[in-house]
C-alpha cells in the first residue's frame, strides 16, 4: 500500500509529450477522391478482396479526410500536446515521382496541420506507412535500388511544403512490417511472399532511403527549418524463455528489429553480427552463391550510420524466446527458417482481440532499456502504443484503460532507468481501418461507427483515462470518469 502510494505520485516531465498516433490508409478513405493516385493498398483490396479478414477496405474508412476539423477537436478533448499521422504519397504524388504534385493534396495537410497548430498541437508527420504509390510498386517498389532516390525526392517535397510548421518528421513506420509481412511474407500489401530474400532485399533498400531522405532534410532544411527527422521501428520485447535461451532470444531481436535499427544507430554500422552469420551459413548450405542477405558497400554503410535525430519505438507487447520449445518447420529458405525459434506466451497475461497482443508486464521499461544500452541512448519517442477489443465491446474498454494505465506505469519506470524518452504517442485516436484484420478489431481511444455515412466518434471509457493522465501528468489508478460526456478543457 505504502509502495503504491509513492508510486502514484511519480510525475511525467512537464515538456513530456503525449499525443495519439494514426496513418493515412487506416482513416483518410476518400481514396480516389482530388486527384489522389492509387496506392498498394486500394490496389490489393479492390484487385484481392478476399485477402481482408472481412473484405473490406480502406476507401472510406474513417472518413478523415472530410472529419479533419474533428478529429483535430478530439485532441482537444483529449488535451494532446501532439499528434503523429502519416501522409499519403499517391495523394500529394500521384505517380509517386515528384515531377507531379497534386495541390489538393497538399492542401488538406495544410488544412490539417493548420488546425492543429490553431489549437497548440504538434504536428508530428509520417512520411511513410504502408501506402506506396502503386506506379512504383510496379517498377518493383522495395526491391528496386531506385526506391531510395525516388523516396528522398518525395521527402524533399514534404519537408518544402510542411517543414516550415512541421518540426518532427518520421521517415518510415515499422520496416519490419514493410519488409518482412510485405515481400518476405503475404501478411500486409504487396503480398509478395518472396520467403528468402524478399525481407532482406527490401531492408538494404529501405535503410539506405531513410538515410538519403535524413541527408535531404539535414542539409536542405535544417538550418531553415530546425526541426528533427528519425525512424520508427516496432520494437516489442523478446526476452529469454530460459538463461540458455539467451542467445535464441538475441537473434529473434536482430531479426525483428535490430537488422534496420543496427545499421542506422549501432557505431559501428552494418547489419547485426550475429544474423548476418546465421543467413550466410544457411544460404551456403542451401546452395545459394552468395548470402541471401545482402552487403552494404562501404560508403553506404558510412551513409547510413548516424543518420537519424531519434529512435521511434512502436511498442505494444513482449513475448519469451525459446531455442527449443514451438519451434516451427518453416518448409522453405526465408526469415523464420533463418531465426528458427519458438514462441512462448504465458497463460496469464492478458489477451486482446489481436492474436499476436498481450499484456506483457513491463515489457516497455525492457524493450526501452535494451535500446538504450545498445545504442548509446539516444532520443526516444514511443510512437505507437495500444490495445485492441472487438467491435461488439462498444464504449466499455476497461482492459484498455488498465492496458494503458500498465504501460505508462512502465514509461514512469523507463525515465526513472534514465532512458532519452520524450513523448508517448497512444494507438490510435479513433477506430480505423486494421490493415489484413478490417475493421474487425479497434483500436481507438474513440470509437467510429462504420455504419454511420457521418463516421459518428464517440469517446471510450479509456479515453477519460488517457486525457486525466495527460492532464495531470500522473496515473490515478482510482480515477473513474464521472459520466461519458466529453468536454474541451
Ligand atoms: C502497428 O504495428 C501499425 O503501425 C499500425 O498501423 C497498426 O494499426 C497497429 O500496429 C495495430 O495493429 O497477425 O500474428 O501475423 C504493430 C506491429 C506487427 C502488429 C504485425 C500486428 C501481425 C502479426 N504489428 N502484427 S500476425
Request: some cysteine.
Amino acid at each position: 500500500c505504502q509502495a503504491a502510494t509513492v508510486k502514484q505520485q511519480r510525475k511525467f516531465p512537464d515538456d513530456f509529450l503525449f499525443g495519439t498516433a494514426t496513418a493515412s490508409y487506416q482513416i483518410e478513405g476518400a481514396w480516389n477522391e482530388d486527384g489522389k493516385g492509387e496506392n498498394i493498398w486500394d490496389y490489393m483490396t479492390h484487385n484481392n478482396p478476399t485477402v481482408i479478414k472481412d473484405e473490406s477496405n480502406g476507401d472510406i474508412a474513417a472518413d478523415s479526410y472530410h472529419n479533419y476539423k474533428r478529429d483535430v477537436e478530439i485532441m482537444r478533448e483529449l488535451s494532446l500536446d501532439a499528434y503523429r499521422f502519416s501522409l499519403s504519397w499517391s495523394r500529394i504524388l500521384p505517380t509517386g515521382m515528384a515531377n507531379e504534385i497534386n495541390p489538393a493534396g497538399v492542401e488538406f495537410y495544410n488544412n490539417y496541420i493548420n488546425e492543429m497548430l490553431r489549437y497548440n498541437i504538434t504536428p508530428m508527420i509520417t512520411l511513410y506507412h504502408w501506402d506506396l504509390p502503386q506506379k512504383l510498386q510496379e517498377l518493383g517498389g522495395f526491391a528496386n535500388p531506385y526506391i531510395s532516390d525516388w523516396f528522398a525526392d518525395y521527402a524533399r517535397v514534404v519537408y518544402k511544403s510542411f517543414g516550415d510548421r512541421v518540426k518532427h518528421f518520421i521517415t518510415f513506420n515499422e520496416p519490419r512490417e514493410i519488409c518482412f509481412e510485405g515481400y518476405g511474407a503475404a501478411t500486409k500489401a504487396p503480398i509478395l511472399n518472396s520467403t528468402a530474400i524478399g525481407t532482406y532485399l527490401c531492408a538494404k533498400h529501405l535503410v539506405i532511403a531513410h538515410a538519403k531522405a535524413y541527408y535531404v532534410y539535414d542539409k536542405e532544411f535544417r538550418e531553415a527549418q530546425g526541426g528533427q527527422c528519425g525512424i520508427t521501428i516496432s520494437v516489442n520485447w523478446f526476452g529469454a524463455h530460459t538463461p540458455e535461451d539467451e542467445y535464441a532470444a538475441e537473434l529473434k531481436r536482430q531479426a525483428e528489429w535490430g537488422i534496420y535499427a543496427e545499421p542506422i544507430f549501432s557505431s559501428q554500422g552494418g547489419f547485426p553480427k550475429e544474423l548476418s552469420q546465421r543467413i550466410a551459413e544457411k544460404s551456403a548450405a542451401q546452395g545459394y552463391a552468395k548470402s541471401r542477405l545482402p552487403e552494404f558497400t562501404d560508403e553506404e554503410k558510412a551513409l547510413v550510420q548516424g543518420a537519424s535525430d531519434f529512435f521511434g519505438v512502436n511498442h505494444y507487447t513482449g513475448y519469451l524466446i525459446s531455442a527449443t520449445q514451438n519451434r516451427v518447420q518453416n518448409p522453405v529458405p526465408s526469415l523464420p527458417d533463418d531465426v528458427d525459434i519458438g514462441v512462448v506466451v504465458p497463460d496469464e497475461w492478458p489477451k486482446s482481440a489481436s492474436t499476436w497482443l498481450t499484456l506483457s508486464p513491463n515489457s516497455i521499461l525492457y524493450a526501452l532499456s535494451h535500446l538504450k544500452e545498445r545504442y548509446n541512448n539516444p532520443i526516444f519517442y514511443i510512437t505507437e502504443n495500444g490495445w485492441s477489443t472487438p467491435p461488439e465491446s462498444g464504449l466499455n474498454d476497461d482492459m484498455r484503460a488498465t492496458y494503458y494505465r500498465a504501460a505508462l506505469e512502465s514509461v514512469l519506470d523507463t525515465l526513472d532507468a534514465g532512458v532519452n524518452l520524450k513523448g508517448y504517442m497512444a494507438w490510435s485516436l479513433v477506430d480505423n481501418f486494421e490493415w489484413m484484420e478490417g475493421y474487425t478489431e479497434r483500436f481507438g481511444l474513440y470509437n467510429v461507427d462504420f455504419e454511420d455515412p457521418a463516421r459518428t466518434r464517440t469517446p471510450r471509457k479509456s479515453a477519460f483515462v488517457y486525457k486525466h493522465i495527460v492532464n495531470n501528468r500522473f496515473i490515478d489508478h482510482s480515477y473513474e470518469p464521472e459520466s461519458m460526456i466529453m468536454t474541451i478543457d
